[in-house]
């Protein structure tokens, strides 16, 4: 027996709120990718559901190319954080207000 | 039984997630992430998506939070926030996820995907089973997209290689 459609919707666009909410609220950096983490599972989940109630699998091998894309996005991040807090001695988002210096 | 199952799933999969956004410690948010992960991976498999849960538990909750939590503890995880340099940054915060969320859910329980019938057919009853109906056709229809795949994860090395380092 399996849920619903909808109620599989309603949790995707649960969880993605909670994303949006951590990445405008949160001022650490680290916490602001997980929140964005968060939102691409959202996303997934949506592709997911829709391919198992629309019999079709290329749903499926989209979110493989997100997961990929999402992996790639976080290594690189990740490596822009570790630079800033290099230089700064700060990884808070409010105090890189600069471009240069 | 799977609706219960689905509820259920559901229930710690938001728990995870609120928690991992109010926690303090960044070490406790990369772990309640892992929750969600997990919870995720869960309703992959009630979906038919067996490749995507394993997937998703070897690269998210072990290779990506692996990687979150060695950066969490090169950096400090005990600074504290500063202060709001913008005012009112919560209530902002809230009331724009708040609106996102009723436009969302309106439009899903408008009936737009009425239509969507419950078919009860798995995706995969027509090329065996999931691991090798996705096999076939990423190596098929998607065989483009898997190579460009690969340019896009050299890019990727390539910049945080050349972004940790101290000198060229």
């Given amino acids: 027996m399996l849920a619903p459609l909808p109620y599989y919707l309603i949790l995707s ?6 994303g949006i ?17 968060l939102m691409l599972n959202a996303a997934n989940l949506t592709f997911v559901s829709f391919a198992r ?3 079709s699998l290329n749903g499926q091998v989209i979110v493989f190319f997100i997961m990929t894309i999402a992996a790639a996005e976080v290594v690189v991040g990740l490596a822009i954080i570790v630079s800033i807090f290099r230089a700064r001695a700060s ?9 240069k210096d | 039984m799977g609706i219960i199952a689905f509820f259920v799933i559901a229930v710690v999969a938001i728990v995870g997630a609120a928690a991992m956004v109010v926690s303090r410690n960044s070490v406790h948010s990369a772990l309640f992430l892992v929750v969600n992960l997990f919870c995720i ?12 849960a394993v997937v998703q538990i070897i690269v998210y909750a072990g290779a990506i ?3 979150f939590l060695f950066v969490v503890t090169l950096l400090n995880p005990a600074q504290s926030e500063s202060p709001d340099r913008l005012r009112g940054q919560g209530w902002v915060a809230s009331v724009l996820a708040l609106v996102l969320l009723v436009e969302v859910g309106a439009v899903i329980l408008s009936g737009v995907f009425a239509t969507v019938k419950s078919s009860a057919i798995p995706p995969t009853v027509n090329w065996g089973d999931n691991v090798q109906a996705v096999g076939t056709l990423l190596y098929s229809q998607y065989l483009f997209p898997f190579e460009v795949t690969s340019i896009l994860l050299l890019v990727a090395i390539v910049g945080a290689t050349v972004l940790a380092k101290r000198r060229l």
């Avoid at chain 1, 666009?13 to 909670?18: G, R, S």
């Avoid at chain 1, 808070?92 to 471009?99: A, G, K, S, T």
Wanted: hydrophobic share 65%.
């Fill in chain 1, 91 to 99: 990884i808070d988002v409010d105090e890189i207000h600069l471009l």
């Fill in chain 1, 21 to 37: 909410f951590g990445f405008l609220f949160r001022k650490n950096p680290l916490i602001m990718f997980m929140s964005i983490e």
């Fill in chain 1, 53 to 55: 109630f629309l019999g």
């Fill in chain 1, 13 to 18: 666009a649960l969880l993605f709120t909670i």
């Fill in chain 2, 41 to 52: 991976a869960l309703l992959y498999l009630s979906l038919n998506a067996d490749f995507l």
């Fill in chain 2, 65 to 67: 939070m692996v990687l």
